[in-house]
């Protein structure tokens, strides 16, 4: 039974916290605790949005407010500590939310009675590779691209998988993709949908000028690695991203290595086809 609540809210979204303390109230009745984040600015260069260290270290669950951003961004700063969060939808219908606002109130009686189970999502782990030293990596739960960074123009970059050369590409980039982000960019640029829970990379390249523009699905033990083959001029300058988020500008010869967390993002469910019913609404909805 769970007993000790913390919510991480957009305040875009819910701007005066009603809903946040709302769901405060609800749990104190019930004998529950529950304590809102509250940022004070002052994030150090290992925190985007949220301070893992204000979060309780006797946190049984993090309720995030807001939508499929919020929760990338609460996974990805809270990564390390492994505790399980629900996703509130305050927006539009996404694919990671659990519930919309009408149906918060359920939600927290069935996380009270202990009616869910914890579904683990895989993230990436991406490093960036300059004249044999590391100076850049982070994480991300939907996807690591690699794109142009400057004026139109195609990147050149090799593909190589476990230390083996594949292929050589003249695009637009290419995304490296988990299975939960699997239904986001990558799906744009033509890529397969994965059943979330699944555990493997999906590289789509992006816009390439070849015929060699299919997905490639690999295991989550690969190692994958782009080496940009790019000119140093001002035309083919290019960057790697994380979840559309942070980013890094890399130069010709540069190594981006990705390979699979360790740790995975730890989200909440309450029901077992929560994802094909959120599928079949957003195909209906096209």
């Not at 000790?4 to 009603?18: A, H, V």
């Not at 304590?35 to 946190?59: A, C, F, M, N, W």
């Not at 539009?92 to 202990?114: F, H, M, W």
């Not at 979330?196 to 000028?209: A, K, Q, R, Y």
Request: proline share 3%; aromatic share 6%.
């Amino acid at each position: 039974m769970m007993d000790k609540f913390f919510i991480i809210s957009n305040t875009e979204k819910d701007q005066t916290l009603e809903t946040a303390q709302s769901i405060i109230q609800y749990l104190k009745k019930r004998g529950k605790y529950c304590q809102i984040y509250q940022s004070d600015g002052d994030l150090s260069e290992h925190y985007r949005y949220t301070d893992l260290r204000k979060v309780p270290k006797d946190t049984e669950c993090i309720l995030v407010l807001g939508g499929d951003g919020t929760i990338i961004q609460a996974s990805r700063d809270l990564l390390n500590l492994q505790i399980p969060m629900v996703g509130i939808n305050l927006g539009t219908l996404g694919y990671l939310a659990e519930v919309g606002r009408q149906s918060i109130e359920p939600l927290l009686e069935k996380l009270i009675d202990n009616e869910y189970y914890v579904e683990d999502r895989m993230m990436i782990r991406g490093e960036l590779e300059r004249d044999g030293a590391i100076i850049h990596h982070d994480v991300a739960l939907n996807d690591i691209v690699l794109g142009r960074g400057g004026p139109l123009g195609i990147i050149q970059f090799d593909l190589y998988v476990n230390g083996e050369y594949l292929s050589h590409y003249k695009a637009d980039g290419m995304i490296i993709a988990t299975p939960t982000g699997s239904t986001a960019y990558s799906l744009s640029a033509g890529g397969p949908i994965l059943a979330p829970n699944g555990s493997m990379f999906v590289l789509t390249p992006i816009c390439t000028h070849s015929l060699n523009s299919r997905s490639i699905v690999l295991p989550d033990d690969s190692v994958i690695e782009l080496i940009y083959r790019g000119e140093n001029k001002r035309r083919s300058m290019a960057v790697v991203s994380y979840d559309a988020d942070t980013s890094c500008w890399i130069k010709n010869g540069d190594t981006i290595r990705i390979t699979c967390s360790e740790k995975k993002a730890k989200l909440i469910r309450i029901s077992k086809v929560s994802f094909l019913e959120t599928l079949r609404k957003k195909m209906a909805s096209q």
